[in-house]
Structures are given as C-alpha cells and as structure tokens.
C-alpha cells in the first residue's frame, strides 16, 4: 500500500512564502513523476507544477518565477517552495505521483495525497 503525506501549509499573506513537503511510503519499487496540484473553492484541480525523475520540470504559467518544484528520489519526497503570494494561490494543494509498487506486475499508478489547505489573505 501506498501512501503520499503533505505537509506545510497554513496562513500567509500576500507577498509571503511556504514550503509544502510530500512523502511517499510503502512498497514502491520507482516513481515516475511527481508533483502538485491545487483546487480552488468552486473551482477544477489544476496542475500546479511536476518534476520527472530524471529532473525536468513543468510548472503553470500562473506560477512560473515564484514557485519551485524540486525532489529527493533517495527520499520518496517532492517540495514545493512557494514564494510572493498571491490570494489568487488561495486552494487545497495536493500531491500526486505516478509510481510503480514492488508488485511484480504492477504498472505505473498515480496517487494523491489528502490535500492541505494554502490561505492567502491579509
């Protein structure tokens, strides 16, 4: 069983800075991509930024020059440090991955973490 556990989110104001962190656990045997995804209230769950194993990254445009995605693969873990703020950044961030198990015929799977809420607001 697999398990993807986000951390750092909170209150900040605008023009601010977070880290969000994201561990995977259990029987992975590789994972693929890894990376964030955000939904607003009201609004559909957008990618926010991913990074593949080899270390390429994609980011939205929303985002690009204040966020950076960046992970350790020894660790299982992805980051996602958020800097200037805006209340538009205002969601439910989350963590997906794409990784195979130690099963021997699993294929590669995407998983989400629960989520954990970024407030922007002054």
């Known amino acids: 069983q697999v398990q993807l556990v986000e951390s750092g989110g909170g209150l900040v104001q605008p023009g601010g800075s977070l880290r969000l962190s994201c561990a995977a656990s259990?029987?992975?045997?590789?994972?693929?991509?890894m990376g964030w995804y955000r939904q607003g209230p009201g609004e559909e769950r957008e990618l926010v930024a991913v990074?593949?194993?080899?270390?390429?990254?994609n980011y939205a445009d929303s985002v690009k020059g204040r966020f950076t995605i960046s992970r350790d693969n020894a660790k299982n873990t992805v980051h996602l440090q958020m800097n200037s703020l805006k209340p538009e950044d205002t969601a439910v961030y989350y963590c997906?991955?794409?990784?195979?198990?130690?099963?021997?015929?699993?294929?590669?799977?995407?998983?989400w973490g629960q989520g954990t809420q970024v407030t922007v607001s002054s």
């Open positions: 997906n991955a794409v990784l195979r198990t130690t099963h021997p015929s699993d294929v590669p799977t995407r998983y």
């Open positions: 259990g029987s992975i045997f590789s994972i693929n991509v």
């Open positions: 990074i593949f194993s080899g270390g390429s990254t």
